[in-house]
C-alpha cells in the first residue's frame, strides 16, 4: 500500500472536493435549462373612458391626429392604420429616395400601398406642415 505524508493527503482530499464540486456544479446548471414553466394570468380590464380618445379604425392614433407623412420617423408611420413596420421602411425609404410627397395621394406609388390601404390612412395622413 502506498504511504502518504500528512501535506500530500490534504492536497489529494482538496482536489477531490474540487472535482466533485466541479461535477456537481455542470450538471446542476445543465437540469435548471430543461424545463422553465410560465404562467401568465389574463386580467381583464374594465372599459373606461379616459381624456384621451382614440379613434377604433386606428388604435395608435389620437382623434383628430393627423401625421405628417413627410416628415414622420418610422416609430409615427406604424401607428397608421395597415402600416406596419415594413411599409414604413418603404416609405422613408421612397421620400428618401424621392423626395417629398406633393399629395397624400402620391403614398400609393409606395410598394405595398394601394388604394385599399389609401383609405384606411388617408383621414389620418397629411403633407402640410
Do not use: C
Not at 13 to 42: C, D, K, M, P
Amino acid at each position: 500500500m502506498i504511504k502518504f505524508w500528512s501535506l500530500e493527503r490534504w492536497v489529494l482530499l482538496l482536489t477531490l472536493v474540487f472535482l466533485l464540486s466541479t461535477v456537481g456544479w455542470f450538471f446542476y446548471q445543465n437540469q435548471q435549462h430543461e424545463l422553465t414553466r410560465i404562467s401568465v394570468a389574463h386580467i381583464e380590464k374594465e372599459n373606461t373612458t379616459s381624456a384621451i380618445k382614440t379613434s377604433e379604425e386606428a388604435p395608435g392614433i389620437l382623434e383628430g391626429e393627423q401625421i405628417n407623412i413627410n416628415k414622420a420617423p418610422i416609430e409615427d408611420l406604424i401607428r397608421l392604420p395597415g402600416i406596419g413596420s415594413v411599409r414604413a421602411e418603404h416609405i422613408v425609404a421612397y421620400r428618401e429616395a424621392n423626395g417629398p410627397f406633393q399629395t397624400i395621394e402620391d403614398i400609393m406609388q409606395v410598394s405595398g400601398i394601394g388604394e385599399k390601404t389609401f383609405e384606411k390612412l388617408s383621414e389620418y395622413i397629411t403633407v402640410n406642415e
